[in-house]
């Protein structure tokens, strides 16, 4: 079973894996009812995959999900901003509906395998399978993956692991497949360009008024909707104009307060975090860790509760997923909090 998003990565993997002699069949789940102008939601990206799958002559199967997405990743993705925080969607869909739902739908119809079009690689250890970064840096996605157990990663192939995004295109040039120039997802897949996060989240839950605050608890501004503010925020914060810049520092949507202070003040010397999971064993001493799908690595230590960053480090927004990795292969990862 191949996952088809419609896009160019996961058609290039179906091809590759039947080239490789593979009895492939193609899957396209289809999770999102509403509106959608971008992302990988699209009526017209359910098109892209089936047409893609009929010029490579295989099966080509299209599941609903919708009710699952709404439950799993769109409500949480509502709540999470409601509590002030940034979550990321993608890693909740690719958590509790990629590779767990349409994995259990796998078995039901007995598919030994599961592929997809991820930019990764899967790593085989003494320790068993691991998940490793892909080969192209610039497009890697094992920090969004890096919830794969063990279970997952032994029946899962990655085709693209070894490949460039270049190398991608031109073999989907090479074989005229209609995605070889398709344009990449890059945003949540419902939000739409058109109405913006704003809109989606006001129909869904009241939007609030927060006070913008110094951290002596001075009043210095206000924002409409305090469940639109994160971390490291200068615009749009009501400040009177004049003054030095402020960034936001913290956000508490309970109490309707956002707190500000100067760059410095994102400034930390650790990150409380929440659900850490190892991928084996734990690891002690200093670590390589990523907190956003392309930033930088940073180095740390990882200990009960939260990590301590062996150098100054920015904050990170609470909701946002910190990922450890040693020589390349992800060993845990955990979401930060307040």
Known sequence: MVMMSGGVDSSVAAALLQQAGHAVVGVTMKLWGGPSDTGCCAVSDVDDARRVADRLGIEHHVFN????????????YVADHAAGLTPNPCIECNRHLKFDRLFRRADVLGFGTVATGHHARVVSTRDGPRLGRGADAAKDQSYVLHMLDQTVLSR???PLGDLTKADVRRIAADLDLRTAHKPESQDVCFITNEHGRRAFLGDRIPLKSARVVEQDGTEVGSVESVELVT??????????GGTDPRYVIDVDAPAGTVTVGEKADLVTSSTPLANWDWTGAAFDGELDLQCSAHGTVERGTVRSGGVDWSSPHRRIAPGQSVVAYVDGLVVGGGIATR
């Open 156 to 158: 899962l192939i990655l």
């Open 231 to 240: 971390i490291g925020q200068r615009k749009g914060l009501g400040l009177a």
């Open 65 to 76: 999900f919708g009710d699952d997405f709404e439950r799993d990743v769109v409500a949480p």
